[in-house]
């Protein structure tokens, strides 16, 4: 998989270096290019934004560099296998489900916005070109779409088959099909007694078909609790 990240702060992404991401790259699982948007610029300032049309406060991001970018880094060739994700508080939510779906892509290119956000001409250009995802991160506002890529970038590479030392352990997380979609229960490890706080008994018990209930009421419990949403989808398992 390689995954393109276009910013006007590229060192953003640097920590990709770091833990398992980074031991993918090396590894080969991943190749990871991250891009100045200001190396696409003609002027002296390097300026990426300009007022916005209408009127209203902030600046929005030019058409200009995006474009000459997208044709050095992915090319003048429409490829519906390329998949060009802009982080938005107004896309859809990122989900586990979404992040499945973009574990088996070829090639991911990230766009992140700053100001008020990109020239909508460029999110449309893309779209004629290439597979586009307008996503959200959730419902609060960032600086920039670079948090957001490197969130998305990690939920993504970790579902990548030969990512986990043990892909047993994807298997049984939150949203997984594994857990019905639900959230994960409580987790515990030794010692046993921990400033007064005991581990449930039960799983304490080696009796696994009590410890697989136990697990299961629990998971149900946060899950209504937490994300009723979660349990109105016909996946989850409760109703
Ligand atoms: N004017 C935009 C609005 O009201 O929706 C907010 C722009 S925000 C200050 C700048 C950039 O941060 C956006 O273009 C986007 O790339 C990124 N961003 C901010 N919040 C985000 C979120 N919740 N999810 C994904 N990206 C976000």
Known sequence: MRLDYLSIFPAYF?????????KAAINGLV???AHDLRDWTHDRHRTVDDTPCGGGAGMVMKPDPWGEAFDEIIGTESD?????IFPAPSGTPFT???AAELSSAQRIVFCCGRYEGIDHRVIDYARSMWTVHEVSLGDYVLNGGEV?????????????????????SLAEESFSAGQDGLLEYPLFTRPVSWR????????????????????RDESVRL?????PDLTDSDSSGIH
Request: net charge negative.
């Open 223 to 227: 899950t209504r609790e937490r994300r």
């Open 31 to 33: 190749e990871i290019h």
């Open 14 to 22: 640097d920590v990709l270096d770091i833990s398992l991401v980074g």
């Open 196 to 215: 007064g706080l005991d581990v449930p008994e039960v799983l304490m018990s080696g009796h696994h078909g009590r410890i697989a209930s136990w697990r």
């Open 148 to 168: 957001a890529a490197l969130a998305i970038t990690e939920a993504v590479v970790r579902l990548v088959p030969g990512f986990m030392g043990n892909p047993e």
């Open 96 to 98: 586990q489900s979404a």
């Open 80 to 84: 519906p296998s390329v998949h060009v």
